[in-house]
């Protein structure tokens, strides 16, 4: 059973900044959070992670608040190319965390328009 | 390029049948994981290993079974085919020595049962 929640899909235009939310009420301290880009008929790919605050890369940024309960990412300036489905998984991957820290759940399809 | 072999990319077989998906783990990678995808569903996460034992498991069915050999790779044997067994399976690995592991997914092999 996935350990997150997050909208099914979102639509937005060329330029702008899209914030994508999930939900992870049941996080454990252990857990980090990881997302997921994928485009049709291939293998998700790593964007970012983190654990609490704030993280930032060349790609987007993830908003952590204290109590970790959700996260946001932020892609700044989408373009049509960012069309994808983004997925966040909460666990902590080690050997042995289990199937629920590696279930991916439906993700989040973005629509970007011109 | 992930670094994170499949073969073969396409597979179509008959009902009934049984088939072998071979996967190879980027180098020095001792996590290998299968997710299953198909058109109306996420990804459903199948089965771990790590450094050759199984170390989680997902919503694996019984026809299905996946091992990993000494040299780290991982095959995924599926049988008794079914025509909903049709989907894109995707192998992942990580280095498996830590929390917060990044997972790296191969582009996948379509299986196409008719």
């Known amino acids: 059973l996935a350990k997150t929640t997050q909208p099914i899909s979102m639509d937005s235009y060329e330029g702008q900044e899209v914030n994508i939310t999930c939900s992870h009420n049941n996080i454990a301290t252990n857990d980090y959070i990881t997302w997921y880009q994928q485009f049709p008929s291939q293998g998700p790919r790593f964007i970012i992670q983190?654990?609490?605050t704030k993280v930032t890369n060349e790609v987007a940024s993830l908003f952590i608040p204290a109590d970790r309960k959700s996260s946001t990412l932020s892609l700044p300036r989408v373009s049509l190319s960012d069309t994808a489905v983004y997925y966040c998984l909460v666990g902590d991957h080690v050997a042995g965390g289990g199937a629920d820290g590696l279930t991916f759940g439906k993700g989040t399809h973005l629509i970007i328009q011109p | 390029d992930s670094g994170v072999t499949q073969t073969p990319k396409h597979l179509i077989t008959a009902t009934g049948q049984r088939v072998t998906l071979r996967c190879s783990p980027r180098s020095g990678d001792l996590s290998v994981y299968w997710y299953q995808q198909s058109l109306d569903q996420g990804l459903q996460f199948l089965i771990q290993?790590?450094?050759?034992?199984?170390?989680a498991k997902g919503n694996i069915l019984e026809r299905f079974s996946a091992q990993q050999f000494p040299d780290l790779h991982s095959e995924l044997n599926l049988s008794s085919l079914e025509l909903g067994d049709s989907a894109l399976y995707f192998c992942?690995?990580?280095?498996?020595?830590?929390?917060?592991?990044?997972?790296?997914f191969g582009s996948g092999t379509q299986l196409s049962v008719l």
């Open positions: 983190g654990y609490k």
């Open positions: 992942a690995s990580s280095p498996g020595t830590g929390q917060g592991e990044k997972l790296f």
């Open positions: 290993y790590y450094n050759g034992e199984e170390r």
